[in-house]
């Protein structure tokens, strides 16, 4: 299916691993001009060239730490330089802080409302403005299913990416009239470092080994596994494709059936 995104050019944030670095393999596979950013360099330049591994990936990869203003402000000079604007935004971030309400202290909330807030909301006043001007767009947030079902140990996810919902399902309402769709994501246990990071948390907590924490989640997922931040990259894809044009202001759910409840 051609999904009519070939040269679209995207922002994928948080990609230098993980989900992010899954969903710019797979817009970069339905040839979109793919932006990465993360906070390392390094981390950068491994994933970007282990992207262009395939050689017609048309990959750039940008430093920029997403609690930082600065920095989003110079990722969005740059972007208008190179580009004329983004046409797709795949809105990923960096993992908060793991803990129960008592570990946290209120310096662990302003860092995490900066990073899975704030950065939302700064990079769509920038990047807003050239898609209403092109009359298309497509926002997409990649939060968590800790939006429908909070979990223990993800307080900080739990509680400000409640906010993101709103974010999205708000722009959809502003910008649906020049062709931009906000849609978000509510993706279950993914294979990725983070799911390693808490795994060794719970075990800690629990006493048990990572693999028995591993085990168990897996046993609750009707699907039998984990998925994989292709996967995730497959449903952004086509979130930000022409066939999906009339999907508008929902958190879709992607987790092997995980979560239980109807929405
Ligand atoms: N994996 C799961 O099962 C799962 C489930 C639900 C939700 N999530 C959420 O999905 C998001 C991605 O998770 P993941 O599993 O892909 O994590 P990951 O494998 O740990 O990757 C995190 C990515 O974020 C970047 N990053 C971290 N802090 C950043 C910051 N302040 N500014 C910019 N980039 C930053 C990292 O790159 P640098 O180190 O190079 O900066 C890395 O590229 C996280 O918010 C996570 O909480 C994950």
Request: proline share 3%; charged share 20%; net charge neutral.
């Amino acid at each position: 299916m051609e999904l009519g995104i070939r040269g679209k050019v995207a922002l994928v944030t948080a990609a230098s691993k993980g989900i992010g670095y899954g969903v710019a393999k797979v817009l970069l596979q339905e040839g979109a001009r793919v932006v990465i950013t993360s906070r390392s360099m390094d981390n950068l330049r491994a994933a970007e060239s282990s992207l262009k591994a395939d050689s017609s990936f048309d990959v750039t990869s940008f430093q920029a730490d997403l609690t930082l203003e600065d920095d989003l402000v110079k990722l969005n000079d740059f972007i208008s330089k190179q580009y004329d604007g983004v046409d797709i935004l795949a809105y990923n971030t960096g993992p908060p802080k793991i803990g129960r309400f008592a570990d946290l202290d209120l310096q662990d909330w302003e860092y995490a409302t900066k990073l899975l807030l704030m950065s939302a909301v700064s990079l769509c006043h920038k990047l807003t403005p050239s898609m209403v001007t092109k009359r298309w767009g497509r926002l997409i947030f990649i939060t968590s299913l800790t939006l429908r079902e909070p979990r223990p140990n993800l307080v900080l996810s739990n509680t400000v990416r409640l906010a993101v919902a709103g974010l999205m399902k708000s722009l959809s309402v502003e910008f649906g009239p020049y062709g931009i769709t906000s849609n978000g994501i509510a993706q279950g246990h993914i294979m990725t470092d983070r799911t390693k990071q808490t795994s060794e948390f719970e075990a800690k907590r629990s006493g048990r080994s990572v693999e028995e924490v591993i085990a168990d989640s897996v046993k609750q997922v009707p699907s039998g596994r984990l998925g994989t931040p292709e996967e995730i990259g497959n449903l952004v894809a086509f979130l930000a494709s022409d066939k999906a044009s009339y999907v508008n202001g929902v958190m879709i759910g992607i987790d092997g059936g995980l979560v239980r409840s109807l929405f």
